[in-house]
């Protein structure tokens, strides 16, 4: 049964592009989190204007910095990848709601699987692209 979800070696370019597919979001990601604790000048009324409290953007930080934290760390990126998912869809959610585009977050949450797809053996076996 392991060789069932055995994957074909991928090549070094294939590798580390992956590496920068799955960088991108996580460096956004943490950047956003950053903002968050920092909460420079002008983010009260961002905040506002999305719907949101301000007393809840430190939690939320958290939330975002341990998604790309733990999608960062090799052994746990799949669960990181399924945890970045979920935070990005209550993202969209929130500019859906405000009828603001959401091309970047359907992006950025392509750029996580397929990021993690190129580097990571295990998720290659169970979506074998033919």
């Known amino acids: 049964m392991q060789?069932?979800?055995?994957a074909a070696p991928v090549s070094k370019a294939a590798l580390w592009t992956g590496y920068v597919?799955?960088?991108?979001?996580a460096l956004l990601l943490i950047f956003s989190a950053m903002m968050k604790f920092i909460q420079p000048e002008g983010f009260e009324k961002?905040?506002?204007?999305?719907?949101w409290k301000v007393e809840v953007?430190?939690?939320?930080?958290?939330?975002e910095l341990a998604c790309?934290?733990?999608?960062l760390i090799p052994q746990t990126a799949a669960l990181g990848a399924i945890l970045m998912t979920g935070y990005l869809g209550g993202a969209i959610a929130t500019h859906v709601r405000l009828g603001e585009p959401v091309y970047m977050h359907v992006i950025l949450g392509v750029?996580?699987?397929?990021?993690?797809?190129?580097?990571d053996r295990r998720v290659r076996?169970?979506?074998p692209l033919r």
């Not at 597919?21 to 979001?25: G, M, R």
Request: hydrophobic fraction near 55%; charged fraction near 10%; charge should be neutral.
């Open 111 to 119: 750029m996580v699987w397929l990021g993690l797809y190129l580097r």
């Open 3 to 6: 060789a069932d979800t055995q």
């Open 125 to 127: 076996g169970l979506i």
């Open 21 to 25: 597919l799955s960088a991108l979001p």
């Open 46 to 51: 961002g905040v506002t204007d999305l719907g």
């Open 57 to 63: 953007m430190k939690g939320l930080g958290v939330v």
């Open 68 to 71: 790309a934290i733990i999608y």
